[in-house]
Structure formats: C-alpha cells, structure tokens
C-alpha cells in the first residue's frame, strides 16, 4: 500500500481523511500532529487513541516549540510585527512550521503523499500546498475535503457509515492555540458589524487587582519576567502569558487580505506576545537611532506579510532575518508593564543602551552637546534646499 502522511488535529475534518485515504484511495495512512504551544500531554495522548482507533498505521506528535521559537517567533519580536498594526500572526506563523514538520517526516518514512484536511475557502491551504511542494515536491498533495467540495453534514454522514461514533457536535467557536495567540472564530467574525460575546473568548477576566511587572530584554530577547531568569525566552514567554491571561488582555478582532484575495477577520487573543511586541518596541525607542528604526519598520512589514502568506521559505527571509538580527545589538534592560483589566500600560525602561540620557541634554530643558549658535547655523544650512525652492517657484510666477 502507497504510504500517506497525514496532518493530523483529531478534528472532524482530519478523522474523515484517514477513513477516505485509507478506504477509498487503499494508502496507508501515517498521521502526524505537529505540537507549535497549543497542546498538553493528556490532550495529546488524547488525539493518539483518536487516531489509532480511526486506523491509522503509525502517529507521530512532534514537539515542535523551541523550533518555531528560534526560526520565526524571535524575529516577529525583533521586527514588532503586527499584521495590520493589529495581529500577531499567530495562526499564520504555526502553519508554516507545522507543514515543514510534516513534510520532513514523510520524507523520512518515505511516503508517496501528503495529505492535509484544509478547505478550498481559507489561507491554510496555500501555506501547506506551498511548503509541501517546496520541501517535498516529488509528493503527491491530497486534499479530499477541498477536491470533493464536502459539507459538514456529508463528511459526518460518512464517518457514521463507516462505523465512526464520535461527539461530532461542531462548537459555536473554532479555537486554534499556540505559543503566539490563540485565534477565535464564530458566526460574528463571518461579517463587518458583529462582535464576539464575552462567552466566546477562551480566556476569561479573572484578575482585576492592577499589578506592576518587569520585563528584562537580552538583544532583544525575552530572558526574564520580574527578575526571575528562565533557561529560554519560550519559558519566559508562557511565564508571562500566565501573569497576564488572567486579566482577559489582548483581545481584537483581525481584518485583513487573505492570500486568495477575499477579506477576512478573525478574533485572537494574545496577551504575552501584544505586551512583548509593546514593551520591546518602546525598549528600542530608547536604544536605536531614527533611521535604524525606520528601516527596521519596512523590513519587518514585509517579512510579515510574506509569512502571512507562506512564503517563508523564500531566502529573502534569511536576509531580512540578518538584518533584523543585527539591529538588537543593543535592545537590552528592562521594561516596566502595569498589568490592569482588559488592558495593558507599558511605563518605562531602564537600559545600559538609553540613548535619552541626561549627558547629552534634557528634552525641552537644556543642551549640553552644542550651543544656541550652533543650532542657529545647522537651521540655515537646512533651510537652505526648501528655501530655493521656494524662491525659484516666486521667480516663475512673478
């Protein structure tokens, strides 16, 4: 029998794949879940009977956080990309590393295919059929749900034929987590006016007492919540996700282009990675010049953009990753956050790197570096090309 992998979540559309594959297509079917900080030991375990009980030949859960961390999640940091000025990319970025994973291990095992559960109406499809056919492009992609066009109804009714009995019973929201936000999707995200209720959110206000807490910045890197030091920043970033949840921040509601060119929007709620993105941002405000600033802004924009659509395997990233990289030389000190209901403030910081220091002047105050002369003359000099300008255009009127 040709040997399959599958990409496997245990969800309905995954479980009718291993039944079509298996029955319909005679493959044997391999199914792999790729863990990217969405998924606990018991839940896991849980996936795995579902898998073996559906006939799998083989699962394979492959822990794939410190990965995803040290490849994507540091320069999303670096560069403080937020899709839209809004969102953390949080499903965009997992797919990628999942589908990598997933090819990777059909390699390995030497299957003929690859297949995933993705419907013809979303991003996820394009981001798995373009690493798939990257990495692994001697494969066969199949896409059952996609190619025969089923509804919900029609892959249940199936699964039932098939002896299937499980709790199909479709949830009011899809919820997908991960290490860097979790999405939310309802019937209110299906349009342009409604909000998500307070039930729809996965995390809800349980904190309400405002709390002060510092944030410590190795080039750039999360290395330390409130002084306590962890072994590697996705420690210290599920650390500060645990302080944080509890007060319900960093909800919103995402609107952008998806890939296949229709709007979308979706509800997320990140609070780890929107008060990191916030406090390393006014960390840099302290520590890098204008322009270094400037030009960090309009590569990181795009290196978003090109995640957002599963192109990260272009080697344009690589280069962007460099650049980024070399700007965090100095984004190093602490970072003070209040803590508060639904919200955040990021107060101040206190670095080795500040370039805001009292030696140079004081805003507004005083000058210590140059003189009111000085100053007189750098002001002519840059009057001088809008001065010609100016009356260049008064001698052609006149």
Not at 88 to 104: G, H, N, T, Y
Not at 278 to 305: I, N, R
Not at 353 to 362: E, I, L, P, Q, R
Request: a negative charge; one cysteine or more.
């Amino acid at each position: 029998m040709p040997k399959v992998v599958l990409a496997f979540s245990g969800g309905l559309d995954t479980s009718f794949c291993v039944k079509y594959l298996s029955l319909e297509l005679g493959m044997e079917v391999h199914a792999v879940l790729v863990n990217t900080g969405g998924f606990e030991a018991d839940e896991l375990a849980t996936i795995e009977q579902k898998a073996y009980a559906l006939g799998v030949a083989s699962f394979e859960a492959i822990d794939a956080v410190q990965g995803y961390y040290e490849q994507c999640v540091r320069y999303l940091i670096y560069g403080n990309v937020l899709k839209n000025n809004t969102y953390p990319l949080s499903v965009s970025a997992e797919r990628v590393f999942q589908a990598m994973a997933v090819a990777a291990h059909a390699r390995k095992i030497g299957a003929s295919a690859i297949a995933h559960g993705s419907t013809g109406a979303g991003n996820d499809q394009v981001r798995f059929d373009l690493v798939f056919g990257i990495m692994a492009p001697e494969m066969q992609v199949i896409t059952p749900i996609r190619d025969l066009k089923l509804s919900r109804e029609e892959e249940i009714k199936y699964l039932k034929k098939q002896g299937v009995e499980m709790p199909w019973e479709k949830s009011q929201y899809s919820i997908n987590q991960g290490l860097w936000g979790t999405s939310v999707g309802g019937k209110e995200t299906l349009n342009s006016w409604d909000s998500l209720p307070e039930s729809a959110w996965p995390t809800q206000l349980e904190a309400t007492e405002e709390q002060e807490i510092i944030l410590t910045f190795e080039k750039g890197e999360l290395q330390a919540v409130n002084g306590k030091s962890f072994p590697h920043a996705v420690d210290a970033i599920q650390a500060l996700q645990a302080l944080a949840a509890p007060y319900a921040i960093g909800r919103d509601v995402h609107v952008g282009d998806t890939i296949i060119g229709i709007k979308g929007r979706v509800g997320f709620e990140a609070a780890a990675p929107l008060i990191i993105i916030k406090a390393h941002h006014l960390l840099e405000k302290h520590t890098l010049s204008k322009w270094q600033q400037h030009w960090k802004g309009q590569l990181a924009e795009w290196y978003g953009m090109l995640l957002h659509e599963g192109q990260f395997l272009d080697p344009v990233m690589r280069n962007i990753e460099g650049f980024l990289t070399s700007t965090q030389e100095r984004v190093s000190g602490e970072v003070r956050v209040r803590l508060l209901p639904y919200r955040f403030e990021v107060l101040g910081i206190r670095s080795d790197y500040d370039m805001m220091s009292a030696k140079f002047g004081t805003y507004g105050e005083m000058n210590l570096a140059w003189t009111g002369e000085d100053v007189k003359g750098f002001t002519k000099i840059l009057a001088n090309a809008s001065q010609i300008h100016q009356m260049v255009g008064e001698s052609v009127e006149e």
